[in-house]
């Protein structure tokens, strides 16, 4: 018995028959999207070799310059009183014996007279004088301004040095006038007499609840004064950041070069380099296993083997290095290098110049690592790239087989419609055999009928 599918008069199941038939029409597109894939798998696989690239040129910026090569570090026996940092110039070995005698302060001082409210016009108007440095400066107070509030946003507005604030102090008149100078050097006093007509008045000024003084430090005995609680000049190439004063109390000051810093800026060079080659190398197929979308890719093995003989190429200079292996850098069996902590820090410690010469270069020439970031950068251009190259050939390829999807899709799309109205063509004419036949039969049956009964 024939299995009826949506009523047809055939019995087939059409819409299956149509499925599996454009099942096989749809192979070539299956094909071209699984071409497309592989496009988009290698763009992202040359991006990713991209941005690798690129992460290994920023950690050469760091050795392309004598002075991250060249760092101190400063060790002290204790940050209660302040706080030091070296630059590159400060001296190797140097020990320092540093006493906070006095932190910098600018003046601080309240008016002596409190008001009510600091926004209601109650003081009087004319001039409000200002001394800043032995001099003095005449402010216009009109009445406009002459509310607390008013008063302070005009001697701000002044821009001499001094600035004011409002506080209150709970009592029945509460609000008073803060003044302070921006620097040690503003000391000032405040005259309100000019102010005339007003119910309430400032006053004088109380004396300075912080009076203005310079920072005063004593370096192995010397006495240093300066302006500001940070220091620059003090000890050459260390900056000197007070944080408390105390007489009697030393802080020591260590000097040497920083080898931590200087080891972690060469260890990110390795990790750079082995970022990428292992990269690279896992797209081969090696051993007949393995392979990435990029194996066989000429471009890519040229950068490795590029890298390569930058790495083990000697370099020319004026120091006792001339290869990275002097400085403990180790090849792998697969290519990746390692750096012998041990030969590394001999180098630092007996020939720094040398290693500063090598990696950084001298008197306008360039270094080796210097080198390396000039490649990386061309390699990485986003005009001239590897990148670059790849993205536009790759994606021209994406662009020209989306065009032949389409142009596929649209002829079978017509092939499906077709078929679809081949086969309903048939049930129709199935249909109507049918009712044909069962007409017939129907005859048949009343002929046999009229047949039998004569016959009795």
Do not use: C
């Not at 310059?65 to 400063?74: C, F, K, N, P, S």
Request: hydrophobic share 40%; charged share 15%.
């Amino acid at each position: 018995m024939a299995i009826q599918f949506s009523g047809l008069a055939s019995g087939l199941d059409t819409s299956s028959i149509i499925s599996q038939l454009m099942s096989l029409e749809q192979l070539p597109i299956t094909r071209l999207q699984a071409d497309k894939t592989w496009q988009n798998n290698r763009l992202a696989a040359f991006t990713e070799l991209d941005t690798r690239l690129k992460s290994f040129a920023t950690a050469l910026k760091n050795l392309s310059t004598a002075d991250t090569l060249q760092q101190r570090a400063v060790k002290q026996n204790t940050t209660d009183y302040l706080t030091a940092s070296a630059s590159s110039t400060a001296l190797a070995g140097g020990r320092y014996q540093v006493e906070v005698v006095s932190l910098a302060q600018v003046q601080k001082s309240v008016t002596q007279v409190g008001v009510a409210s600091k926004t209601s016009s109650t003081f009087g108007t004319g001039t409000l004088d200002l001394t800043v440095g032995g001099t003095s400066h005449s402010i216009a107070i009109t009445a406009s301004n002459n509310s607390l509030e008013g008063i302070a946003q005009a001697i701000n507005d002044a821009g001499l040095g001094v600035s004011a604030a409002i506080i209150n102090d709970g009592s029945a008149n509460p609000y008073r006038l803060v003044l302070t100078g921006n620097d040690v050097g503003k000391t000032f006093t405040i005259d309100s007499s000019g102010l005339v007509g007003g119910a309430d008045t400032l006053g004088g000024m109380d004396p300075p609840v912080q009076a203005a003084s310079r920072a005063h430090v004593r370096i192995d005995t010397i006495d240093v004064y300066s302006d500001s609680n940070t220091l620059t000049e003090a000890i050459p190439g260390i900056t000197l950041d007070l944080v408390q004063a105390k007489a009697g109390s030393f802080t020591t000051l260590n000097v040497s070069v920083d080898q931590n810093s200087i080891k972690s800026a060469i260890q990110a060079f390795a990790k750079g380099y082995n970022d990428v080659v292992s990269f690279i190398t896992g797209q081969s197929v090696i051993d007949e296993q393995g392979g990435g979308v990029l194996g066989g890719d000429a471009g890519i093995n040229a950068i490795k083997r590029r890298l390569q003989n930058m790495l083990t190429t000697p370099f020319t200079n004026d120091g006792v290095f001339s290869t990275l292996s002097q400085l403990g850098f180790q090849t792998q069996k697969d290519g990746t290098i390692i750096v012998d902590d041990k030969t590394l820090g001999n180098a630092l410690d007996n020939n720094l110049d040398s290693v500063v010469n090598l990696l950084a270069g001298k008197g306008g020439s360039k270094g080796i690592a210097a080198q390396f970031q000039d490649y990386l950068n061309s390699m990485t251009s986003s005009t001239t790239g590897m990148l670059q190259g790849r993205k536009t050939s790759i994606t021209n390829n994406i662009k020209q087989i989306d065009t032949r999807i389409a142009s596929l899709q649209a002829r079978l799309d017509q092939r499906q419609k077709t078929l679809e109205a081949q086969f309903a063509a048939m049930e129709t004419l199935v249909s109507s055999l049918n009712s044909q036949s069962s007409y017939l039969n129907q005859q048949m049956t009343a002929l046999s009928n009229i047949m039998n009964y004569r016959s009795k």
